[in-house]
């Protein structure tokens, strides 16, 4: 079974400035997905990023970028220039897309990001 | 387009009393459907899963139930509520093969307390 580890429960920034998520996962599949999603107070689940694990080159969303080391099974979220609404959870999410997978998402337990004026 | 229906957004049941969750999805067939929980606002267990009609999986023994009556339509259902079901519960659809590179789609959510 996949395990996502999210070691960060909560982090602090100030607005402007950048901060890095981590996230580092478990697996013995070759074929996956990951996930970066957002839940705002409304508790929307919004995807942020994904990354396609037989892609070298890191994944990239306007202010927000990955650094993806498939090696190390880490997977940690880079946001630039943060802003008063990026205050939210973020959850980190493993999805492999092996035969028989049935596509399950499985997600660490987040890590709630505040951004402060 | 397409969408995803959650409902009743917001819910309050006594201990002991059943319980029916709905979603539906419109703009797509044959979608892989899912049922999650958040409690205390921390991270999201897979309940159920579903790939076709009929189709059940479940992922946690527990006092839920799920049922896909129809293509688009996935049901979370409990004959008795206990505290402990209390929490966030999320829908969430995604198409095989085509659609599995853009992750899900999520409902926008049932807030359930149990009291």
């Known amino acids: 079974a996949q395990t996502v580890t999210q070691s960060q429960p909560e982090m602090s920034v100030q607005e402007a400035e950048t901060v890095t998520l981590s996230c580092t996962y478990d697996?013995?599949?070759?074929?996956?997905?990951l996930f970066w999603y957002k839940q705002p107070p409304s508790r929307q689940m919004i995807l942020v990023i994904r990354?396609?694990?037989?892609?070298?080159q890191n994944a990239t969303e306007n202010r927000f970028s990955v650094n993806f080391q498939k090696a190390a099974k880490s997977f940690s979220l880079k946001i630039s220039d943060s802003q008063l609404g990026d205050t939210a959870m973020y959850f980190c999410?493993?999805?492999?897309?092996?035969?028989?997978?049935?596509?399950?998402?499985?997600f660490g337990k987040g890590t709630l990001l505040t951004v402060n004026p | 387009s397409q969408t995803i229906h959650q409902w009743p957004a917001t819910l309050v049941q006594p201990v002991g009393s059943p319980l029916s969750l709905e979603c539906t999805v419109e703009g797509t067939s044959n979608p892989n459907l899912y049922w999650y929980r958040q409690a205390a606002g921390r991270g999201l267990q897979l309940l159920f899963y579903s790939v076709g009609i009929g189709q059940i999986s479940s992922e946690v023994p527990q006092n839920l139930s799920a049922s896909r009556p129809q293509d688009r339509q996935f049901i979370l259902s409990s004959k008795k509520l206990l505290l402990s079901d209390s929490g966030f519960y999320l829908c969430?659809?995604?198409?095989?093969?085509?659609?599995?590179?853009?992750?899900?789609?999520f409902g926008s959510g049932t807030r359930l307390t149990v009291v």
């Open positions: 697996t013995s599949e070759n074929n996956y997905y």
């Open positions: 990354q396609e694990a037989y892609k070298q």
């Open positions: 999410a493993f999805m492999s897309y092996s035969g028989g997978s049935n596509y399950k998402l499985t």
């Open positions: 969430a659809w995604i198409l095989r093969d085509r659609g599995t590179r853009s992750g899900y789609t």
